[in-house]
């Protein structure tokens, strides 16, 4: 069993489209990060949130952390085929070794 | 450029050898990681050490062992190797145990 669950699993749009991936959990979070993976290379942090409610935004992408920190979603404005990639959630508990737990991805393809 | 080095990048062996991974963190980073990205289980922690000490365990097998040496470095060893062990094989460092952390490239390990 998966402790953070991502939606769409694959997503493959054109470009200028707007899209969402989630990032849920049955679990509480003391944060929540997003990585984006390109293909031959390791995750790379895109942002961390950690209060409940929290939006933050990273020029055309914005982030949102739930109220009760169990979930998560990455908003994508305006698509560019730049923006393809592997975008993974990983959440980090309070209390613990901080080691962040990954979601299993959303593989999304930007067509131009 | 992550600044975290890996060799080698890839590797093929067979099934029932062993195999090291090696990992060179960031400069001044004195926590590293090691993470198995496997398409049916996602990315999975296994390991965590810092200065030289084991932190924190994850879904690491008895098959596997790391260490982290008085340079920082540190090494995955895999033995006995299975089909199922075939995967891309990652280090991360972080400055401390709650810092950013940075994934290298990668090992891809294929096992015939």
């Known amino acids: 069993t998966q402790l953070l669950e991502q939606s769409p699993q694959f997503l493959s749009i054109q470009e200028g489209e707007n899209l969402t991936v989630y990032c849920n959990s049955s679990s509480v979070f003391s944060s929540l990060q997003w990585y984006r993976q390109e293909p031959g290379e390791g995750p790379v942090l895109l942002v961390t949130v950690v209060t409940g409610g929290e939006v933050k935004k990273l020029k055309r992408l914005t982030f949102q952390f739930g109220d009760a920190r169990k979930d998560s979603s990455l908003h994508i404005t305006a698509a560019q085929p730049g923006d393809t990639g592997l975008y993974l959630c990983a959440g980090v508990k309070s209390g613990g070794s901080y080691i962040p737990t990954f979601g299993r991805g959303t593989s999304l393809i930007v067509h131009p | 450029d992550s600044g975290v080095t890996q060799t080698p990048k890839h590797l093929i062996t067979a099934t029932g050898q062993r195999v090291t991974l090696r990992c060179s963190p960031r400069s001044g980073d004195l926590s590293v990681y090691w993470y198995q990205q496997s398409l049916d289980q996602g990315l999975q922690f296994l390991i965590q050490?810092?200065?030289?000490?084991?932190?924190a365990k994850g879904n690491i097998l008895e098959r596997f062992s790391a260490q982290q040496f008085p340079d920082l470095h540190s090494e995955l060893n895999l033995s006995s190797l299975e089909l199922g062990d075939s995967a891309l094989y990652f280090c991360?460092?972080?400055?401390?145990?709650?810092?950013?952390?940075?994934f290298g490239e990668g090992s891809w390990l294929t096992v015939v």
């Open positions: 991360a460092s972080s400055v401390d145990p709650v810092g950013t952390i940075y």
């Open positions: 050490y810092y200065n030289g000490e084991e932190r």
